[in-house]
């Protein structure tokens, strides 16, 4: 049993790399070769000392073509990616209306900090009143921009690393316009730059002695089966294009 260490062999055999996770123990699945031939995905806590999990092997060919039969579902109908994406974008927003809110604040705290900073130069200029208590005062002010600035960056920063924008959407649509007819005879290497686009990732798990994946990418989430003889493997694809970028009631 080899491990698979090789960057070129991992991108070139591998299209889920990096991005699954054991639904039990929460450790990471890796590539393996057993063989030379066989491809597995392998949870690390099976290989702790002492062992913290026993989920088996998954077939890579079993998950990677479960997981792109769904990502390529959500892409070959332009409506459910738009809703999708509208759908990400909708529910950022909700989920930062705190950091927004805060936003808003800050923006008029800076307006009206700056506001005092132009009255206390007219104070100054009118030499009415102490010039130490002026500057004082204008340290003060000086301070507290500079502070609310800071948060104002951050905030800012985050909001726009967690939040899809209009051109991001838009990027994303051509992107998928550009390569939806291609779909099918997609090559490893424009599988996986879809999945890093749509940050596709999955929890392995055993559920009811069946093998399958919670898959999740900014579009929405499912659970798909990826037992390969299962004759329920075939039905969790297609629930995944029927539903689209909806999740199910056992999704997580």
Known sequence: ?????????????????????CNKCGYTFVGMTRREKHRYYRCN??????????TPHFRVQDVDDAI????????????????????????????????????????????ETERQLEKLLDLY????????????RKNNLDTTLLNLKREQTDLASH?????????QIAGIEAFCANIRHGLENATFEQKRQVIDMLDVRGKLAI??????????????????????????????????????????????
């Open 1 to 21: 049993m080899n491990i698979e260490q090789s960057k070129r062999n991992m991108k070139r055999e591998y299209l889920m790399a990096r991005r699954l996770r």
């Open 45 to 54: 806590g099976a290989w702790r000392t002492p062992k913290v999990c026993d």
């Open 68 to 111: 792109w039969n769904w990502v390529k579902g959500l892409l070959e109908s332009p409506e459910n990616l738009a809703e999708g994406l509208q759908g990400m974008q909708e529910e950022s927003m909700r989920s930062n209306q705190a950091l927004y809110n805060r936003l808003s604040i800050i923006e008029d705290q800076i307006s």
């Open 125 to 136: 200029l009118g030499d009415n009143f102490p010039k130490e208590m002026l500057q004082e």
């Open 159 to 167: 909001l726009q690393t967690t939040t899809l924008s209009d051109d």
């Open 207 to 252: 559920e009811n002695e069946e093998k399958v994946v919670y898959v999740k990418c900014i579009l929405g989430q499912q659970l798909l089966s990826v037992a390969r003889t299962s004759p329920s493997s075939s039905i969790g694809v297609t629930a995944a294009r029927r539903c689209a970028c909806r999740p199910t009631a056992r999704s997580r």
